[in-house]
């Protein structure tokens, strides 16, 4: 079983920052892609920012040039670097994580979500 576990939300004034971090555990044989996703009230969840295992990255156009995704050395942390805070960027964060279990089995796995509240 693999887990996620999100840190680094809170409330945070119109063009500030906020750095999310994200854990990966588990039996994991290899790491396909990690992400992140947000979901605002009456809205559907939308990913906001992708990192592939081969180092390639993809974001959503509102936060291009905003928003940096990383992981650490380990492989197993994510992060999500957000600057220059929008108070349209308010939603709960969620870290998703895919790829092969130690079984080879697929997972497709999601964290609890942390709230990002930007206020104007």
């Known amino acids: 079983q693999v887990q996620l576990v999100e840190s680094g939300g809170g409330l945070v004034q119109a063009g500030g920052s906020l750095y999310l971090s994200c854990t990966i555990s588990?039996?994991?044989?290899?790491?396909?892609?990690t992400g992140w996703y947000r979901q605002a009230p009456g809205r559907q969840r939308e990913l906001v920012a992708q990192l592939t295992a081969g180092g390639s990255t993809d974001y959503v156009d509102s936060v291009k040039g905003r928003f940096t995704i990383s992981k650490g050395d380990t492989g197993n942390t994510v992060y999500l670097q957000m600057n220059t805070l929008k108070p349209e960027d308010t939603a709960v964060y969620y870290c998703n994580a895919r790829g092969y279990t130690d079984q080879r089995q697929v997972f497709d796995s999601w964290g609890q979500g942390t709230q990002v509240t930007v206020s104007s």
């Open positions: 588990g039996s994991i044989f290899r790491l396909v892609a």
